[in-house]
């Protein structure tokens, strides 16, 4: 039986629990009257979570702009900055707050509240600016799952600077193609990277890339990660400790209008030239922070662990923005699943007290093969919630990873997204009954449908194209570069 068959064919539902009804922030009747909400006005419902969510510095009063479509814009007159509602507005309340902790590869661990946070991001914006970088220059990040990562994502959020993750496994060449789409002016990386026991450099990847080309780049900032020596070249290499020396923890944030780029992400290229999806800032962040509030049901007590790395969608979503948006804890992890053995992901939720875990279902299959006696040997109880992104899951694995992972008792939030959409856009409330291996129904305000080829919408139950038939505030603005090919 194929995998849509045995999805297909699949009865088994499974309730909520009585613990996690009496737990979760959003109860069924606040979702009955979120649907009808967004069934009533859409723009208006949008436009009401933004003003409730968001900390705007201008406020908006345009909802949605459709004036050039298919270019849609959200809150254009309002203005914001994505790191100052990540950061700055908890600090009132959350300063002593863990917003990171970090797990390298053999173990090291590294723990920043909200304060540090904001120091070490204050302290990078400003060594961005001492380095030429403002408001609408591009950045190229090349690093591996470390909080730096983080941390330089936020600092560019903060300038107003529009940046571009490069995934650390991605050749010099993919790198290259990149920079130069972007036409970057600064490059972030590492001398390395740890991972599985191993050491991987990523600086010589970008001297491969810049000796190709790459004639926009004026510096490369360089985070010594490893032991290992790193070649760096004379008035254009910097040393990440070097440059930041003497810079203040205080950094007045550039306030941005909602429609300003906050960063490039550019598709794998296996269709061609690499595609720059751009995103917003107001509107990307609207949905990011929604959907962990609604997917994760995020709290004050929670650890979240998304293991995506920033490289990816996921990583920015659920990992650089939008936990720190709703003012949860974040974990991040270096190292792989199988290092030193299996057990990895199971010891590190076990020791960090990791209630909800977000990961793919490819992960979740590798484990399965090692069976269930190892994951019982880690306490698991304190998972309330689990997650996959990023693929179908197929119900078996589902089956374990509701059974053995959660005990039975953990919902498991199956997510439908892309790229291109921003934030989740089909998946379940922790409240919602399962049905192993679907993703369940739309989120309020996004009004999908299935469609034939000739654009008929379909009955319930028959195969077609999936398409969304408005716009939502996420959603990718245009290809870099490229309004044509969007």
């Not at 297909?8 to 909400?37: G, H, N, W």
């Not at 484990?367 to 040997?377: C, E, I, R, V």
């Not at 034939?452 to 319930?460: F, R």
């Amino acid at each position: 039986m194929s995998k849509i068959e045995s999805i297909l064919t699949e009865t088994r539902v499974f309730e909520p629990s009585a613990e996690t009804l009496a737990s979760v922030a959003i109860t069924q009747d606040k979702l009955d009257a979120m649907y009808a909400a967004a069934e009533k006005d859409n723009v208006g419902f949008w436009s009401d979570l933004a003003r409730e969510k968001l900390s705007w510095s201008k406020p908006f009063t345009v909802g949605l702009d459709d004036s050039n479509a298919p270019h849609f814009q959200w809150f254009t007159d309002g203005e914001l900055n994505v790191s100052y509602n990540c950061i700055d507005r908890h600090l009132e309340t959350k300063s002593d707050k863990l917003a990171i902790i970090f797990e390298g590869d053999q173990g090291d661990i590294e723990r920043y509240t909200y304060k540090e946070l904001h120091d070490h991001v204050c302290r990078f914006a400003n060594t961005l600016t001492a380095q030429g970088i403002k408001k609408s220059d591009r950045v190229i990040i090349y690093m591996p799952m470390i909080p730096q990562a983080v941390i330089a994502m936020q600092a560019c959020a903060r300038i107003g600077a529009i940046h571009s993750i490069v995934f650390g496994g991605f050749s010099a060449e993919a790198l290259k193609d990149r920079i130069e789409d972007a036409g970057a002016k600064l490059v972030i990386t590492t001398n390395g990277s740890r991972r599985g026991g191993k050491t991987i450099p990523l600086k010589g990847a970008v001297d491969e890339a810049l000796s190709k080309g790459c004639d926009s780049v004026r510096k490369v900032i360089v985070y010594r990660r490893t032991d290992d020596e790193v070649m760096m070249k004379a008035e254009r290499d910097i040393d990440w400790f070097e440059a930041e020396a003497g810079m203040s923890n205080y950094h007045t944030p550039v306030m941005v209008a909602s429609e300003h780029p906050l960063f490039l992400l550019y598709t794998s290229g296996s269709t061609g030239q690499p595609k720059g999806v751009q995103h917003s800032s107001g509107g990307y962040l609207l949905n990011a922070h929604l959907t962990n509030e609604w997917m994760f049901d995020l709290k004050d007590s929670d650890v979240f662990w998304c293991t995506a790395d920033v490289g990816w969608i996921t990583g920015h979503t659920y990992v650089a923005y939008g936990p720190l948006s709703v003012g949860a804890t974040m974990l991040m992890f270096e190292g792989v699943p199988t290092y030193p053995d299996a057990g990895r992901f199971w010891q590190v939720c076990q020791d960090h007290g990791v209630t909800v875990f977000y990961t793919a279902p490819t992960a979740i299959r590798a484990l399965m093969k090692f069976g269930g006696d190892l994951p019982n040997q880690y306490d698991l109880s304190k998972l309330r919630i689990l997650g996959t992104v990023g693929e179908p899951i197929n119900p078996e694995a589902w089956m374990w990873y509701y059974e053995v992972i959660g005990g039975s008792r953990c919902p498991v939030i199956d997510t439908w997204w892309q790229t291109e959409t921003g934030a989740h856009m089909i998946a379940p409330f922790p409240i919602t009954p399962l049905k192993p291996g679907s993703c369940t129904k739309p989120l309020p305000g996004i009004d999908a449908a299935i469609l034939d080829e000739e654009g008929n919408e379909l009955d319930s139950g028959d195969g077609g194209l999936l398409v969304i038939k408005k716009p939502w505030p996420s959603m990718i603005r245009t290809v870099w570069n490229d309004d044509q090919r969007y």
